[in-house]
Protein backbone atom coordinates (compact mmCIF):
# COMPACT_ATOMS: atom_id res chain seq x y z
CA UNK A 1 0.00 0.00 0.00
CA UNK A 2 1.34 3.32 -1.05
CA UNK A 3 1.67 5.71 2.02
CA UNK A 4 -0.75 8.11 2.53
CA UNK A 5 -0.17 11.67 2.12
CA UNK A 6 -1.18 14.12 5.28
CA UNK A 7 -1.12 17.86 5.61
CA UNK A 8 -0.28 18.84 9.59
CA UNK A 9 -2.17 22.28 10.11
CA UNK A 10 -0.22 24.73 10.72
CA UNK A 11 -1.10 28.58 12.15
CA UNK A 12 -3.28 29.85 9.19
CA UNK A 13 -4.29 26.10 8.18
CA UNK A 14 -8.12 27.39 9.46
CA UNK A 15 -8.12 30.78 8.30
CA UNK A 16 -7.39 29.11 4.88
CA UNK A 17 -10.21 26.66 4.84
CA UNK A 18 -12.35 29.47 3.72
CA UNK A 19 -11.68 28.62 0.45
CA UNK A 20 -14.39 31.22 -1.05
CA UNK A 21 -12.63 34.16 0.30
CA UNK A 22 -8.93 33.09 -0.12
CA UNK A 23 -9.96 33.07 -3.47
CA UNK A 24 -11.57 36.56 -4.01
CA UNK A 25 -8.46 38.67 -5.00
CA UNK A 26 -9.71 41.36 -2.58
CA UNK A 27 -10.67 38.56 0.20
CA UNK A 28 -14.32 39.39 0.30
CA UNK A 29 -16.03 36.89 3.55
CA UNK A 30 -18.23 35.34 1.30
CA UNK A 31 -19.25 32.66 3.99
CA UNK A 32 -19.77 35.69 6.25
CA UNK A 33 -22.24 37.36 4.25
CA UNK A 34 -23.83 33.72 2.95
CA UNK A 35 -24.36 32.71 6.21
CA UNK A 36 -25.79 36.40 7.39
CA UNK A 37 -28.54 35.75 4.07
CA UNK A 38 -29.06 32.41 5.48
CA UNK A 39 -29.67 33.75 9.17
CA UNK A 40 -32.18 36.74 7.97
CA UNK A 41 -29.68 38.92 8.28
CA UNK A 42 -29.82 41.46 5.38
CA UNK A 43 -28.43 44.22 5.95
CA UNK A 44 -25.35 42.72 7.74
CA UNK A 45 -24.52 40.44 4.87
CA UNK A 46 -24.88 44.16 2.52
CA UNK A 47 -22.37 45.15 4.50
CA UNK A 48 -20.20 42.45 4.61
CA UNK A 49 -20.26 42.06 1.02
CA UNK A 50 -19.29 45.96 0.33
CA UNK A 51 -16.39 46.17 2.98
CA UNK A 52 -13.45 45.48 1.10
CA UNK A 53 -15.17 45.79 -2.62
CA UNK A 54 -16.55 49.57 -4.09
CA UNK A 55 -18.80 47.90 -6.66
CA UNK A 56 -20.23 45.30 -4.47
CA UNK A 57 -23.46 45.23 -6.63
CA UNK A 58 -21.56 44.89 -9.98
CA UNK A 59 -20.17 42.10 -8.59
CA UNK A 60 -23.58 40.77 -7.89
CA UNK A 61 -24.50 40.80 -11.32
CA UNK A 62 -21.21 40.22 -13.66
CA UNK A 63 -18.39 39.23 -11.58
CA UNK A 64 -16.61 35.82 -12.90
CA UNK A 65 -17.13 34.76 -9.34
CA UNK A 66 -13.78 32.70 -8.35
CA UNK A 67 -15.43 32.39 -4.66
CA UNK A 68 -17.66 30.05 -6.53
CA UNK A 69 -14.44 27.96 -8.49
CA UNK A 70 -13.45 27.37 -4.90
CA UNK A 71 -15.84 26.97 -3.03
CA UNK A 72 -15.87 23.55 -0.67
CA UNK A 73 -19.35 22.65 -0.88
CA UNK A 74 -18.47 21.93 -4.85
CA UNK A 75 -16.41 19.12 -3.94
CA UNK A 76 -18.58 17.01 -1.53
CA UNK A 77 -19.52 13.58 -2.94
CA UNK A 78 -22.99 14.13 -2.87
CA UNK A 79 -25.52 10.91 -1.71
CA UNK A 80 -28.29 10.27 -3.70
CA UNK A 81 -31.87 8.37 -1.91
CA UNK A 82 -30.28 4.94 -1.78
CA UNK A 83 -27.36 6.07 0.31
CA UNK A 84 -24.93 6.15 -2.71
CA UNK A 85 -22.37 8.69 -3.32
CA UNK A 86 -22.52 10.25 -6.95
CA UNK A 87 -20.70 13.10 -8.55
CA UNK A 88 -19.76 15.92 -6.13
CA UNK A 89 -22.19 18.74 -5.48
CA UNK A 90 -22.46 22.36 -6.88
CA UNK A 91 -21.30 24.95 -5.41
CA UNK A 92 -23.36 27.88 -3.83
CA UNK A 93 -24.62 30.32 -6.30
CA UNK A 94 -22.62 33.03 -4.22
CA UNK A 95 -22.67 35.35 -7.03
CA UNK A 96 -26.61 35.18 -7.16
CA UNK A 97 -26.41 35.83 -3.34
CA UNK A 98 -24.40 39.13 -3.63
CA UNK A 99 -26.94 40.39 -6.13
CA UNK A 100 -29.96 39.66 -3.50
CA UNK A 101 -28.80 41.42 -0.78
CA UNK A 102 -27.40 44.77 -3.09
CA UNK A 103 -30.56 45.03 -4.47
CA UNK A 104 -32.46 45.35 -0.85
CA UNK A 105 -29.34 47.10 1.02
CA UNK A 106 -27.05 48.84 -2.11
CA UNK A 107 -27.14 52.11 -3.24
CA UNK A 108 -29.61 50.95 -5.98
CA UNK A 109 -31.96 51.02 -3.31
CA UNK A 110 -30.72 52.85 0.38
CA UNK A 111 -29.22 55.54 -1.79
CA UNK A 112 -25.39 56.80 -1.95
CA UNK A 113 -24.93 58.63 1.92
CA UNK A 114 -26.66 55.70 3.45
CA UNK A 115 -23.82 53.14 2.30
CA UNK A 116 -21.24 55.54 3.09
CA UNK A 117 -21.78 55.77 6.74
CA UNK A 118 -23.26 52.12 7.21
CA UNK A 119 -20.26 50.73 5.58
CA UNK A 120 -18.10 53.18 7.75
CA UNK A 121 -19.38 52.56 10.90
CA UNK A 122 -19.50 48.28 10.48
CA UNK A 123 -17.07 45.99 11.95
CA UNK A 124 -17.75 42.53 10.84
CA UNK A 125 -17.89 40.41 13.44
CA UNK A 126 -15.51 36.99 12.39
CA UNK A 127 -13.45 37.46 9.03
CA UNK A 128 -12.96 40.96 8.75
CA UNK A 129 -9.47 41.70 6.47
CA UNK A 130 -7.41 45.26 6.53
CA UNK A 131 -9.14 45.54 3.19
CA UNK A 132 -12.39 46.65 5.21
CA UNK A 133 -13.12 50.09 4.01
CA UNK A 134 -14.25 50.36 7.97
CA UNK A 135 -10.73 48.87 9.14
CA UNK A 136 -9.13 51.65 6.56
CA UNK A 137 -10.87 54.36 8.11
CA UNK A 138 -10.34 53.19 11.86
CA UNK A 139 -6.83 53.13 11.48
CA UNK A 140 -6.43 56.27 9.67
CA UNK A 141 -8.59 58.32 12.79
CA UNK A 142 -7.05 56.24 15.34
CA UNK A 143 -3.29 57.43 13.78
CA UNK A 144 -1.92 54.24 12.78
CA UNK A 145 -1.70 54.89 9.48
CA UNK A 146 -1.28 58.62 8.52
CA UNK A 147 -3.95 60.35 6.83
CA UNK A 148 -2.61 62.34 3.51
CA UNK A 149 -2.94 65.95 3.48
CA UNK A 150 -4.88 66.48 0.42
CA UNK A 151 -1.93 65.43 -2.28
CA UNK A 152 -3.10 65.32 -5.71
CA UNK A 153 -3.27 61.98 -7.89
CA UNK A 154 -4.22 61.44 -11.31
CA UNK A 155 -5.79 58.52 -12.74
CA UNK A 156 -6.08 57.91 -16.04
CA UNK A 157 -9.17 55.68 -16.50
CA UNK A 158 -12.76 55.26 -14.52
CA UNK A 159 -13.02 51.82 -15.17
CA UNK A 160 -13.07 49.02 -12.20
CA UNK A 161 -9.42 49.36 -11.44
CA UNK A 162 -9.07 53.11 -12.04
CA UNK A 163 -12.23 54.26 -9.38
CA UNK A 164 -11.34 51.78 -7.05
CA UNK A 165 -7.59 53.05 -6.83
CA UNK A 166 -9.42 56.55 -6.48
CA UNK A 167 -12.07 54.88 -3.66
CA UNK A 168 -8.85 53.89 -1.23
CA UNK A 169 -6.89 56.93 -2.41
CA UNK A 170 -10.25 59.06 -0.71
CA UNK A 171 -10.53 57.54 2.45
CA UNK A 172 -6.61 57.33 2.48
CA UNK A 173 -6.72 61.46 2.76
CA UNK A 174 -5.54 62.14 -1.17
CA UNK A 175 -7.25 64.16 -3.67
CA UNK A 176 -7.77 61.54 -6.61
CA UNK A 177 -8.59 63.27 -10.20
CA UNK A 178 -9.96 61.04 -12.76
CA UNK A 179 -9.55 61.39 -16.68
CA UNK A 180 -11.86 59.40 -18.72
CA UNK A 181 -11.75 59.90 -22.49
CA UNK A 182 -15.38 58.39 -22.82
CA UNK A 183 -18.24 60.22 -22.21
CA UNK A 184 -19.62 57.93 -19.31
CA UNK A 185 -17.48 56.86 -16.58
CA UNK A 186 -16.66 52.65 -15.13
CA UNK A 187 -15.61 52.01 -18.07
CA UNK A 188 -16.11 48.48 -19.77
CA UNK A 189 -18.73 47.76 -16.96
CA UNK A 190 -20.42 50.59 -19.17
CA UNK A 191 -19.30 50.02 -22.45
CA UNK A 192 -18.58 46.45 -22.59
CA UNK A 193 -20.85 44.38 -20.63
CA UNK A 194 -24.45 44.93 -22.35
CA UNK A 195 -27.48 46.14 -19.76
CA UNK A 196 -29.42 42.49 -20.32
CA UNK A 197 -26.63 42.06 -17.82
CA UNK A 198 -25.90 45.02 -15.73
CA UNK A 199 -28.59 47.80 -15.38
CA UNK A 200 -26.70 50.97 -16.12
CA UNK A 201 -28.92 52.50 -13.14
CA UNK A 202 -26.74 50.54 -11.10
CA UNK A 203 -23.42 51.34 -11.75
CA UNK A 204 -24.72 55.14 -11.67
CA UNK A 205 -25.14 54.10 -7.88
CA UNK A 206 -22.11 52.10 -7.40
CA UNK A 207 -20.43 55.00 -9.36
CA UNK A 208 -22.04 57.66 -6.95
CA UNK A 209 -21.02 56.20 -4.08
CA UNK A 210 -16.94 56.71 -5.15
CA UNK A 211 -18.03 60.32 -6.39
CA UNK A 212 -19.16 61.06 -2.57
CA UNK A 213 -16.35 60.05 -1.44
CA UNK A 214 -14.93 63.33 -2.56
CA UNK A 215 -13.48 61.62 -6.17
CA UNK A 216 -13.28 63.97 -9.49
CA UNK A 217 -14.64 61.93 -12.58
CA UNK A 218 -13.96 64.03 -15.33
CA UNK A 219 -15.49 62.27 -18.11
CA UNK A 220 -14.89 63.44 -22.15
CA UNK A 221 -11.61 64.10 -21.26
CA UNK A 222 -8.89 62.51 -23.51
CA UNK A 223 -4.97 62.28 -22.24
CA UNK A 224 -2.70 63.11 -25.37
CA UNK A 225 -5.72 65.12 -26.85
CA UNK A 226 -7.26 67.84 -24.17
CA UNK A 227 -4.33 67.32 -22.08
CA UNK A 228 -0.59 65.77 -22.08
CA UNK A 229 0.61 63.20 -20.15
CA UNK A 230 3.42 65.08 -19.15
CA UNK A 231 1.28 68.30 -18.37
CA UNK A 232 -0.51 65.28 -15.78
CA UNK A 233 3.04 64.46 -14.31
CA UNK A 234 3.71 67.82 -13.89
CA UNK A 235 0.56 68.95 -12.17
CA UNK A 236 -0.31 66.06 -9.88
CA UNK A 237 2.11 63.91 -7.00
CA UNK A 238 1.82 60.77 -8.47
CA UNK A 239 -0.23 59.13 -11.69
CA UNK A 240 -1.61 55.51 -12.12
CA UNK A 241 -2.71 54.85 -15.69
CA UNK A 242 -5.58 52.41 -15.97
CA UNK A 243 -6.97 52.75 -19.15
CA UNK A 244 -7.61 49.09 -19.61
CA UNK A 245 -7.40 47.30 -22.76
CA UNK A 246 -10.64 48.51 -24.91
CA UNK A 247 -9.33 48.56 -28.51
CA UNK A 248 -10.46 45.28 -30.35
CA UNK A 249 -7.65 43.18 -32.07
CA UNK A 250 -7.84 41.91 -35.53
CA UNK A 251 -6.68 38.40 -37.14
CA UNK A 252 -5.00 40.26 -40.09
CA UNK A 253 -7.08 37.91 -42.57
CA UNK A 254 -7.10 38.65 -46.40
CA UNK A 255 -10.53 40.55 -46.87
CA UNK A 256 -10.53 41.59 -42.86
CA UNK A 257 -10.44 45.62 -43.89
CA UNK A 258 -13.22 47.27 -44.92
CA UNK A 259 -16.89 47.32 -44.04
CA UNK A 260 -18.95 44.69 -42.99
CA UNK A 261 -16.43 44.12 -40.72
CA UNK A 262 -16.67 44.84 -36.84
CA UNK A 263 -14.41 44.56 -33.90
CA UNK A 264 -16.28 43.06 -30.84
CA UNK A 265 -15.40 45.87 -28.31
CA UNK A 266 -15.93 48.29 -30.66
CA UNK A 267 -19.86 46.65 -31.24
CA UNK A 268 -20.29 46.47 -27.38
CA UNK A 269 -19.20 50.34 -27.04
CA UNK A 270 -21.59 51.16 -29.73
CA UNK A 271 -24.53 49.71 -28.18
CA UNK A 272 -23.95 50.92 -24.82
CA UNK A 273 -23.84 53.85 -26.29
CA UNK A 274 -27.18 53.99 -28.13
CA UNK A 275 -25.45 54.02 -31.35
CA UNK A 276 -27.02 52.48 -34.27
CA UNK A 277 -24.60 49.65 -35.87
CA UNK A 278 -24.91 49.29 -39.40
CA UNK A 279 -24.56 45.20 -39.24
CA UNK A 280 -26.76 43.30 -41.70
CA UNK A 281 -28.77 40.47 -40.55
CA UNK A 282 -26.47 37.85 -41.17
CA UNK A 283 -24.12 37.62 -38.91
CA UNK A 284 -20.93 35.69 -37.89
CA UNK A 285 -19.08 36.21 -34.77
CA UNK A 286 -15.54 35.16 -34.63
CA UNK A 287 -14.08 34.15 -30.74
CA UNK A 288 -15.39 31.68 -28.12
CA UNK A 289 -14.73 34.00 -24.63
CA UNK A 290 -17.29 35.90 -22.70
CA UNK A 291 -17.01 38.86 -24.93
CA UNK A 292 -17.85 37.05 -28.62
CA UNK A 293 -20.85 35.54 -26.26
CA UNK A 294 -22.07 39.23 -25.44
CA UNK A 295 -21.13 40.44 -29.19
CA UNK A 296 -23.27 37.89 -30.29
CA UNK A 297 -26.32 38.45 -28.26
CA UNK A 298 -26.72 41.82 -28.28
CA UNK A 299 -27.25 42.02 -32.13
CA UNK A 300 -29.11 39.30 -31.78
CA UNK A 301 -31.23 41.25 -29.61
CA UNK A 302 -30.99 44.63 -32.33
CA UNK A 303 -32.40 42.39 -34.54
CA UNK A 304 -35.03 40.93 -32.46
CA UNK A 305 -36.26 44.58 -31.60
CA UNK A 306 -35.67 46.19 -35.35
CA UNK A 307 -39.56 47.21 -36.01
CA UNK A 308 -37.96 47.94 -39.37
CA UNK A 309 -38.25 43.93 -40.36
CA UNK A 310 -41.50 42.12 -40.44
CA UNK A 311 -41.76 39.03 -38.44
CA UNK A 312 -41.35 37.27 -41.80
CA UNK A 313 -38.51 38.95 -43.22
CA UNK A 314 -36.93 38.41 -39.68
CA UNK A 315 -37.35 34.87 -39.34
CA UNK A 316 -36.16 33.99 -42.99
CA UNK A 317 -32.92 35.90 -43.44
CA UNK A 318 -31.95 36.92 -39.72
CA UNK A 319 -29.43 34.66 -37.86
CA UNK A 320 -26.32 35.15 -35.92
CA UNK A 321 -23.80 32.58 -35.41
CA UNK A 322 -20.96 31.86 -33.56
CA UNK A 323 -17.59 30.06 -34.54
CA UNK A 324 -15.08 29.27 -32.36
CA UNK A 325 -11.55 27.81 -32.61
CA UNK A 326 -11.77 25.25 -29.55
CA UNK A 327 -14.59 22.26 -28.57
CA UNK A 328 -17.37 22.91 -26.77
CA UNK A 329 -15.42 21.46 -23.92
CA UNK A 330 -13.01 23.93 -24.00
CA UNK A 331 -14.26 27.41 -25.08
CA UNK A 332 -13.33 29.96 -22.60
CA UNK A 333 -16.67 31.61 -22.10
CA UNK A 334 -18.59 31.04 -19.25
CA UNK A 335 -21.10 27.82 -19.34
CA UNK A 336 -24.10 29.91 -18.25
CA UNK A 337 -23.42 32.35 -21.60
CA UNK A 338 -22.97 29.21 -24.17
CA UNK A 339 -26.35 28.07 -22.52
CA UNK A 340 -28.15 31.23 -22.58
CA UNK A 341 -26.98 32.09 -26.05
CA UNK A 342 -27.92 28.53 -26.93
CA UNK A 343 -31.72 29.34 -25.79
CA UNK A 344 -31.79 32.34 -27.09
CA UNK A 345 -30.78 31.24 -30.89
CA UNK A 346 -27.32 31.85 -31.16
CA UNK A 347 -26.28 29.14 -33.46
CA UNK A 348 -22.70 27.88 -32.33
CA UNK A 349 -20.19 26.50 -34.22
CA UNK A 350 -17.04 24.54 -32.57
CA UNK A 351 -13.50 23.77 -34.07
CA UNK A 352 -13.05 26.02 -36.41
CA UNK A 353 -10.68 28.88 -37.45
CA UNK A 354 -11.06 31.28 -39.59
CA UNK A 355 -8.75 31.84 -43.48
CA UNK A 356 -10.77 34.63 -45.61
CA UNK A 357 -13.17 36.98 -45.30
CA UNK A 358 -15.17 36.55 -48.39
CA UNK A 359 -16.46 40.53 -50.48
CA UNK A 360 -18.31 40.73 -54.13
CA UNK A 361 -16.90 43.24 -56.73
CA UNK A 362 -18.43 46.02 -54.77
CA UNK A 363 -16.61 45.33 -51.89
CA UNK A 364 -19.77 43.90 -49.58
CA UNK A 365 -18.92 40.88 -47.32
CA UNK A 366 -20.38 37.83 -48.80
CA UNK A 367 -19.20 35.04 -46.43
CA UNK A 368 -16.11 34.14 -44.49
CA UNK A 369 -14.16 30.77 -44.91
CA UNK A 370 -12.62 28.35 -41.94
CA UNK A 371 -10.45 25.08 -41.69
CA UNK A 372 -11.33 22.36 -39.23
CA UNK A 373 -8.98 23.31 -36.29
CA UNK A 374 -8.04 19.54 -34.51
CA UNK A 375 -6.11 21.15 -31.54
CA UNK A 376 -5.71 24.41 -30.08
CA UNK A 377 -3.09 24.01 -27.29
CA UNK A 378 -0.43 21.13 -27.02
CA UNK A 379 0.59 19.07 -24.65
CA UNK A 380 1.91 21.88 -21.95
CA UNK A 381 -0.99 24.13 -22.61
CA UNK A 382 0.06 26.42 -24.44
CA UNK A 383 -1.41 28.13 -27.30
CA UNK A 384 -0.68 26.21 -30.72
CA UNK A 385 -3.69 25.73 -32.72
CA UNK A 386 -3.09 22.86 -35.71
CA UNK A 387 -5.43 22.70 -38.72
CA UNK A 388 -6.26 20.48 -41.35
CA UNK A 389 -6.67 22.56 -44.38
CA UNK A 390 -8.54 19.75 -46.38
CA UNK A 391 -11.14 20.55 -44.88
CA UNK A 392 -12.89 23.90 -45.02
CA UNK A 393 -16.44 25.47 -45.10
CA UNK A 394 -17.59 28.67 -46.03
CA UNK A 395 -20.39 30.50 -44.41
CA UNK A 396 -22.65 33.17 -46.30
CA UNK A 397 -23.20 36.07 -43.93
CA UNK A 398 -23.43 39.97 -44.87
CA UNK A 399 -21.25 41.05 -41.43
CA UNK A 400 -18.10 39.46 -39.50
CA UNK A 401 -17.48 40.79 -35.76
CA UNK A 402 -14.14 39.53 -34.48
CA UNK A 403 -14.12 38.87 -30.51
CA UNK A 404 -10.79 37.56 -30.46
CA UNK A 405 -9.03 39.46 -28.18
CA UNK A 406 -8.44 43.30 -26.82
CA UNK A 407 -5.09 45.59 -26.45
CA UNK A 408 -4.79 49.03 -24.76
CA UNK A 409 -3.69 52.17 -26.40
CA UNK A 410 -0.80 53.86 -24.82
CA UNK A 411 -0.39 56.43 -27.39
CA UNK A 412 -0.29 59.61 -24.55
CA UNK A 413 2.98 58.07 -24.02
CA UNK A 414 4.92 60.10 -26.55
CA UNK A 415 4.31 63.56 -24.92
CA UNK A 416 6.16 63.06 -21.46
CA UNK A 417 5.87 59.21 -21.40
CA UNK A 418 9.55 58.11 -22.61
CA UNK A 419 10.64 56.58 -19.34
CA UNK A 420 7.77 54.26 -19.24
CA UNK A 421 9.09 51.37 -20.71
CA UNK A 422 7.33 48.99 -22.60
CA UNK A 423 8.08 45.18 -23.06
CA UNK A 424 5.59 44.89 -26.49
CA UNK A 425 3.76 47.99 -27.93
CA UNK A 426 1.34 48.89 -25.51
CA UNK A 427 2.21 46.58 -22.52
CA UNK A 428 4.41 48.58 -19.81
CA UNK A 429 6.95 47.25 -18.01
CA UNK A 430 4.99 47.02 -14.07
CA UNK A 431 6.80 45.60 -10.95
CA UNK A 432 4.00 43.17 -9.71
CA UNK A 433 4.21 43.95 -6.14
CA UNK A 434 3.95 47.39 -6.30
CA UNK A 435 2.32 48.02 -9.99
CA UNK A 436 5.22 51.01 -10.50
CA UNK A 437 6.28 51.62 -13.79
CA UNK A 438 10.10 52.15 -14.18
CA UNK A 439 9.21 56.03 -14.24
CA UNK A 440 9.25 57.76 -11.49
CA UNK A 441 5.79 58.25 -9.59
CA UNK A 442 3.86 56.42 -12.46
CA UNK A 443 2.12 53.33 -11.67
CA UNK A 444 -0.27 50.98 -13.69
CA UNK A 445 -3.29 48.58 -12.63
CA UNK A 446 -5.92 46.41 -14.05
CA UNK A 447 -5.48 45.16 -17.58
CA UNK A 448 -2.13 46.98 -17.97
CA UNK A 449 -0.65 45.68 -14.81
CA UNK A 450 -2.19 42.01 -15.08
CA UNK A 451 -3.56 41.33 -18.74
CA UNK A 452 -6.92 40.72 -19.10
CA UNK A 453 -8.65 39.53 -15.93
CA UNK A 454 -11.97 39.16 -14.20
CA UNK A 455 -13.51 42.40 -12.96
CA UNK A 456 -12.63 41.72 -9.24
CA UNK A 457 -8.96 41.03 -10.09
CA UNK A 458 -9.04 44.82 -11.90
CA UNK A 459 -10.52 45.64 -8.53
CA UNK A 460 -7.79 44.39 -6.44
CA UNK A 461 -5.05 46.07 -8.82
CA UNK A 462 -6.74 49.73 -8.49
CA UNK A 463 -6.99 48.96 -4.47
CA UNK A 464 -3.10 47.78 -4.74
CA UNK A 465 -2.05 51.04 -6.63
CA UNK A 466 -3.62 52.62 -4.04
CA UNK A 467 -1.98 51.39 -1.58
CA UNK A 468 1.75 51.52 -3.51
CA UNK A 469 0.89 55.56 -3.90
CA UNK A 470 0.43 56.04 -0.37
CA UNK A 471 3.95 54.43 0.38
CA UNK A 472 5.54 56.06 -2.46
CA UNK A 473 4.16 59.54 -1.16
CA UNK A 474 4.17 59.54 2.33
CA UNK A 475 7.19 57.77 2.64
CA UNK A 476 5.53 55.08 4.94
CA UNK A 477 4.88 51.47 4.46
CA UNK A 478 1.51 50.45 4.79
CA UNK A 479 1.25 46.76 6.77
CA UNK A 480 -1.79 44.76 8.12
CA UNK A 481 -2.14 42.29 11.07
CA UNK A 482 -4.14 39.69 11.80
CA UNK A 483 -5.38 38.53 14.95
CA UNK A 484 -6.73 35.03 15.03
CA UNK A 485 -8.91 33.12 17.60
CA UNK A 486 -10.38 29.93 17.72
CA UNK A 487 -13.97 30.27 19.20
CA UNK A 488 -15.58 26.81 20.57
CA UNK A 489 -19.28 26.54 19.02
CA UNK A 490 -20.81 25.05 22.35
CA UNK A 491 -23.87 24.34 20.62
CA UNK A 492 -23.20 24.53 17.07
CA UNK A 493 -26.18 23.10 15.03
CA UNK A 494 -27.41 23.00 11.11
CA UNK A 495 -30.46 23.60 9.47
CA UNK A 496 -32.17 20.40 9.15
CA UNK A 497 -31.10 18.86 5.78
CA UNK A 498 -29.09 21.32 4.36
CA UNK A 499 -26.37 18.55 3.23
CA UNK A 500 -28.56 17.38 0.81
CA UNK A 501 -30.34 20.45 -0.62
CA UNK A 502 -29.57 20.66 -4.27
CA UNK A 503 -28.70 24.36 -5.59
CA UNK A 504 -31.46 26.37 -6.23
CA UNK A 505 -31.12 27.82 -10.06
CA UNK A 506 -31.03 31.36 -10.51
CA UNK A 507 -34.10 32.47 -12.02
CA UNK A 508 -33.94 33.52 -15.72
CA UNK A 509 -36.43 35.17 -17.80
CA UNK A 510 -37.85 33.64 -20.64
CA UNK A 511 -36.01 33.38 -24.12
CA UNK A 512 -38.54 35.51 -25.93
CA UNK A 513 -38.85 37.91 -23.26
CA UNK A 514 -35.17 38.31 -22.86
CA UNK A 515 -35.63 39.34 -26.82
CA UNK A 516 -38.40 41.72 -25.98
CA UNK A 517 -36.28 44.38 -25.71
CA UNK A 518 -32.53 45.08 -25.76
CA UNK A 519 -32.29 45.81 -22.26
CA UNK A 520 -35.12 42.86 -20.65
CA UNK A 521 -32.68 41.57 -17.88
CA UNK A 522 -31.86 37.50 -18.13
CA UNK A 523 -31.86 37.01 -14.68
CA UNK A 524 -34.78 37.92 -12.59
CA UNK A 525 -32.89 36.78 -9.37
CA UNK A 526 -33.67 35.52 -6.30
CA UNK A 527 -36.93 35.82 -4.03
CA UNK A 528 -36.10 35.85 -0.50
CA UNK A 529 -37.38 32.33 0.35
CA UNK A 530 -35.10 30.87 -2.77
CA UNK A 531 -31.91 33.32 -1.32
CA UNK A 532 -32.20 31.77 2.36
CA UNK A 533 -32.75 28.13 1.16
CA UNK A 534 -29.41 28.72 -0.99
CA UNK A 535 -27.44 29.94 1.60
CA UNK A 536 -28.61 27.19 4.49
CA UNK A 537 -26.48 25.26 2.10
CA UNK A 538 -23.12 26.95 2.99
CA UNK A 539 -20.57 24.65 4.85
CA UNK A 540 -19.78 27.68 6.92
CA UNK A 541 -15.75 26.72 6.50
CA UNK A 542 -15.17 28.63 9.45
CA UNK A 543 -16.02 26.33 11.89
CA UNK A 544 -14.17 22.84 11.43
CA UNK A 545 -14.15 19.82 14.21
CA UNK A 546 -10.52 20.33 16.13
CA UNK A 547 -9.57 16.62 17.71
CA UNK A 548 -7.76 16.65 21.21
CA UNK A 549 -5.59 13.53 20.97
CA UNK A 550 -4.73 13.50 24.96
CA UNK A 551 -8.71 13.13 24.99
CA UNK A 552 -8.99 10.81 22.27
CA UNK A 553 -9.30 6.86 23.37
CA UNK A 554 -9.29 5.50 19.74
CA UNK A 555 -12.85 4.07 19.66
CA UNK A 556 -13.39 5.01 15.76
CA UNK A 557 -16.80 6.44 16.19
CA UNK A 558 -16.48 9.42 14.81
CA UNK A 559 -15.50 7.70 11.17
CA UNK A 560 -18.41 5.27 12.00
CA UNK A 561 -20.69 8.23 12.13
CA UNK A 562 -19.44 10.25 10.05
CA UNK A 563 -22.41 10.90 6.59
CA UNK A 564 -19.54 11.54 4.21
CA UNK A 565 -16.57 9.00 5.52
CA UNK A 566 -14.30 11.90 5.56
CA UNK A 567 -12.38 10.88 8.63
CA UNK A 568 -9.70 7.64 8.98
CA UNK A 569 -7.96 6.08 11.86
CA UNK A 570 -4.78 4.90 10.63
CA UNK A 571 -1.17 3.83 12.40
CA UNK A 572 1.32 6.34 12.35
CA UNK A 573 3.73 3.95 10.08
CA UNK A 574 1.18 4.00 7.20
CA UNK A 575 1.65 7.69 6.30
CA UNK A 576 4.10 9.56 4.02
CA UNK A 577 6.94 11.26 6.07
CA UNK A 578 7.50 14.36 5.99
CA UNK A 579 9.28 17.17 7.68
CA UNK A 580 5.96 18.80 9.61
CA UNK A 581 5.28 15.59 10.48
CA UNK A 582 7.92 14.18 11.62
CA UNK A 583 8.14 17.36 13.56
CA UNK A 584 4.75 16.99 14.80
CA UNK A 585 5.60 13.24 16.19
CA UNK A 586 9.08 13.67 18.04
CA UNK A 587 7.24 16.62 19.91
CA UNK A 588 4.05 14.52 20.96
CA UNK A 589 6.10 10.79 21.44
CA UNK A 590 9.43 11.64 21.03
CA UNK A 591 12.19 10.46 18.64
CA UNK A 592 11.80 6.79 19.52
CA UNK A 593 8.28 6.32 19.29
CA UNK A 594 7.08 3.34 17.59
CA UNK A 595 4.98 4.14 14.52
CA UNK A 596 2.99 1.16 14.86
CA UNK A 597 1.69 1.23 17.84
CA UNK A 598 0.59 4.89 17.27
CA UNK A 599 -2.60 5.97 15.64
CA UNK A 600 -3.37 9.41 14.12
CA UNK A 601 -6.94 10.51 12.78
CA UNK A 602 -6.69 11.82 9.24
CA UNK A 603 -9.49 14.20 8.24
CA UNK A 604 -10.50 14.89 4.18
CA UNK A 605 -11.66 18.47 4.28
CA UNK A 606 -13.38 18.21 0.69
CA UNK A 607 -15.63 15.62 2.24
CA UNK A 608 -16.15 17.47 5.74
CA UNK A 609 -19.76 18.85 5.72
CA UNK A 610 -19.20 20.26 9.04
CA UNK A 611 -22.33 18.88 10.42
CA UNK A 612 -21.20 17.91 14.07
CA UNK A 613 -21.80 13.99 13.86
CA UNK A 614 -18.47 13.59 15.65
CA UNK A 615 -18.41 15.84 18.19
CA UNK A 616 -22.01 14.93 18.97
CA UNK A 617 -20.87 11.24 19.15
CA UNK A 618 -17.39 11.61 20.86
CA UNK A 619 -17.92 9.69 24.34
CA UNK A 620 -15.11 12.09 25.82
CA UNK A 621 -15.45 14.87 24.90
CA UNK A 622 -12.85 14.96 22.44
CA UNK A 623 -13.94 16.64 19.98
CA UNK A 624 -14.83 20.23 19.44
CA UNK A 625 -16.59 22.32 16.80
CA UNK A 626 -14.71 25.43 16.92
CA UNK A 627 -15.19 28.53 14.78
CA UNK A 628 -12.02 30.40 12.99
CA UNK A 629 -11.98 34.06 13.77
CA UNK A 630 -9.79 37.09 12.65
CA UNK A 631 -9.50 40.56 12.57
CA UNK A 632 -6.59 42.50 10.39
CA UNK A 633 -5.66 45.88 11.05
CA UNK A 634 -3.85 48.33 9.19
CA UNK A 635 -0.53 50.59 10.28
CA UNK A 636 2.41 52.27 8.71
CA UNK A 637 5.81 51.61 9.30
Not at 530 to 539: K, P, T
Amino acid sequence: MNPLRVEVPGEAYHRELISCQVACPVHTDARGYVRAIAEGRFEDAYLIARGPNPFASICGRVCGAPCETACRRGKVPRVDDDGAFVAADRPIAIRALKRFVCELHGPEASGTGSVLERVENFGPPLAANAEEMAALLNATLDGRVRHANGQRVAIIGAGPAGLSAAHDLALLGFKPVVFESEPVPAGMLWLGVPAYRLPRAVIEREVGVIRALGVDIRCGVTVGRDLTFAGLRRDFEAVIIAVGAKSSRGLGLPGEAGPGVFGGVDILRAVSLGERVQAGGDVVVVGGGNVAYDVARSVLRQIAFDTARTAARMAETSRVRLVSLEGLEEMPADTMEILEGDEEGVERLNGWGPVEILRDGDGRVTGIRFRRCLRVYDENRRFAPLYDDADQITLECDSVMLAVGQAPRLDFLDDGGADVEQFRPGWPKVDPKTLATTAQGVFAAGDLAHGTRLLIDAVASGKAAARSVYEYLMGARLESHAVTSHLIEHRYRRERGYESLRRVPVPLAHPEDRLSHPEALVETGYTQEQAMREASRCLDCGVTPVFDGARCVLCGGCADVCPTLCLKLVPLSEMAASGALTSAIEATLGEDADLDQHSAILKDEDRCIRCAACAMRCPVDAITMERVAYTSEWSCQ
